[in-house]
């Protein structure tokens, strides 16, 4: 028997570049013929939900909006084209709604790169509301076992951090520095670092940071606040002295793009993960060549990289520390997110 489905849903909502976020009802969505329809259970907050909120970035979003991209549910109805999803079964919902599966990129698993792709929670409604439409080819299955509240942040954070690890080339036994590593993004990038094979080192500021990291399994956490030497102090922390192999950048604030090349090893990858508003990422030249440094952009995974990296999570191997609070309290998270003063991640419950 079909799910009843209601009419209207409560849902947070701004109908202008910056604010204010509204909490309200609005009308249920209805799922195009390859699309399904899911009854939202959890999302995740994630710093690019303010980043769409505040307008930070060169890339106009959909005016009046529902933020949102980290949301796990279940399928209540599907397009008439849908038919390997089934009613009543758990997905989750992306930053990448969808895509034209046609193109260049599309053909060759490139799929977050397709010039007509939609994006949850920014050129499309997202999934702080009820109920949320996406399209069927790009949901994430989850399997019955999953618990939808910690598994929502692995939708965003946990797959792009994945990503950026294979973007790196670092191999099994190899060292990597990741910048904001006692953030939502980081502390998923230690643990996947760690589950791949990986020596993670933590750069962040802070006694509580600095705990969780070293709860999460870090071999060295150096405090950006307050080192002498950032440069001399991450190279220390590996092995033989020389720097890390690959320099994962998740920090929200540009400095620390402008400081990787000076400590990642010759023939080391910096990549870029994070998008400060505004930010450059810059690098002196000489070093750059005479060490070989490869310097790369890593954005979202394709549907591979996200079975991939929830199948390390249903094995247990990603614990995202997660606090939950209803969706009525949204504001209140974007507050903590711009005091700089999270640790680990925010999850609303859609239906508090």
Same mark, same amino acid.
């Given at each position: 028997?079909?799910?009843?489905?209601p009419?209207t849903?409560?849902?947070q909502?701004?109908?202008?570049t910056?604010?204010?976020?509204?909490?309200?009802?609005i009308?249920?969505?209805?799922?195009?013929p390859?699309?399904?329809?899911?009854?939202?259970?959890?999302?995740?907050?994630c710093?690019?939900?303010?980043h769409?909120?505040?307008?930070?970035?060169?890339?106009?979003?959909k005016?009046?909006?529902v933020?949102?991209?980290?949301?796990?549910?279940t399928?209540?109805?599907?397009?008439?084209?849908?038919?390997?999803i089934?009613?009543?079964d758990?997905?989750?919902?992306?930053w990448?709604?969808?895509?034209?599966?046609?193109?260049?990129?599309?053909q060759?698993?490139?799929?977050? *790169?397709c010039?007509e $792709?939609? &994006?949850?929670?920014?050129?499309i409604?997202?999934? +702080? =509301? %009820?109920? /949320?439409?996406?399209?069927?080819?790009?949901?994430a299955?989850?399997?019955?076992d999953?618990?939808?509240?910690?598994?929502?942040p692995?939708?965003?954070a946990?797959?792009?951090?994945?990503?950026?690890?294979?973007?790196?080339?670092v191999r099994p036994?190899?060292?990597v520095?990741?910048?904001?590593?006692?953030?939502?993004?980081g502390?998923?990038?230690?643990?996947?670092?760690?589950?791949?094979?990986?020596?993670?080192?933590?750069?962040?500021?802070?006694?509580?940071?600095?705990?969780?990291?070293?709860?999460?399994?870090?071999?060295?956490?150096?405090?950006?606040?307050?080192?002498?030497?950032?440069?001399?102090?991450v190279?220390?922390?590996?092995?033989?002295? *020389?720097?890390?192999? $690959?320099? &994962?950048?998740?920090a929200?604030?540009?400095?620390? +793009? =402008? %400081?990787? /090349?000076?400590?990642?090893?010759?023939?080391?990858?910096?990549v870029?993960?994070?998008?400060?508003?505004?930010?450059?990422?810059?690098?002196?030249v000489?070093?750059?060549?005479?060490?070989?440094?490869?310097?790369?952009?890593s954005?979202?995974?394709?549907?591979?990289?996200?079975?991939?990296?929830?199948?390390?999570?249903?094995?247990?191997?990603?614990?995202?520390p997660?606090?939950v609070?209803?969706?009525?309290?949204?504001?209140?998270?974007?507050?903590k997110?711009?005091a700089?003063?999270?640790?680990?991640?925010?999850?609303?419950?859609?239906?508090?």
């Amino acid at each position: 028997m079909a799910p009843s489905i209601p009419e209207t849903q409560w849902a947070q909502v701004f109908a202008k570049t910056g604010g204010p976020v509204e909490y309200k009802e609005i009308p249920v969505g209805k799922p195009g013929p390859d699309e399904v329809l899911v009854n939202v259970k959890f999302s995740g907050v994630c710093h690019t939900d303010l980043h769409a909120l505040q307008g930070d970035w060169p890339l106009d979003t959909k005016l009046p909006l529902v933020g949102g991209h980290e949301g796990a549910g279940t399928v209540v109805a599907r397009g008439s084209l849908v038919t390997n999803i089934e009613i009543g079964d758990n997905v989750g919902i992306k930053w990448l709604n969808g895509s034209c599966l046609n193109c260049a990129f599309c053909q060759q698993a490139d799929e977050p *790169l397709c010039a007509e $792709a939609s &994006l949850s929670g920014y050129t499309i409604d997202g999934t +702080f =509301q %009820q109920y /949320a439409v996406a399209q069927a080819a790009h949901v994430a299955r989850l399997h019955k076992d999953i618990p939808l509240d910690k598994v929502a942040p692995v939708l965003c954070a946990g797959i792009t951090v994945y990503k950026g690890l294979k973007e790196s080339g670092v191999r099994p036994g190899q060292s990597v520095a990741i910048t904001g590593a006692g953030g939502g993004l980081g502390t998923l990038a230690i643990q996947y670092a760690k589950a791949m094979g990986f020596v993670p080192i933590a750069i962040d500021t802070g006694a509580e940071k600095k705990k969780l990291c070293e709860e999460l399994g870090v071999s060295a956490f150096v405090d950006f606040a307050t080192t002498k030497d950032l440069v001399k102090d991450v190279k220390a922390a590996t092995e033989d002295g *020389l720097g890390p192999h $690959a320099c &994962l950048l998740v920090a929200v604030s540009e400095k620390p +793009f =402008q %400081q990787a /090349a000076d400590y990642v090893r010759s023939r080391g990858t910096v990549v870029a993960i994070g998008l400060p508003a505004k930010a450059y990422l810059s690098a002196p030249v000489f070093p750059v060549v005479t060490k070989m440094i490869c310097i790369r952009g890593s954005y979202v995974g394709n549907r591979r990289d996200t079975a991939e990296a929830l199948e390390f999570f249903r094995r247990g191997l990603i614990n995202c520390p997660i606090q939950v609070v209803g969706m009525s309290e949204l504001t209140g998270v974007y507050d903590k997110m711009r005091a700089g003063t999270i640790a680990g991640r925010y999850v609303v419950d859609v239906n508090e």
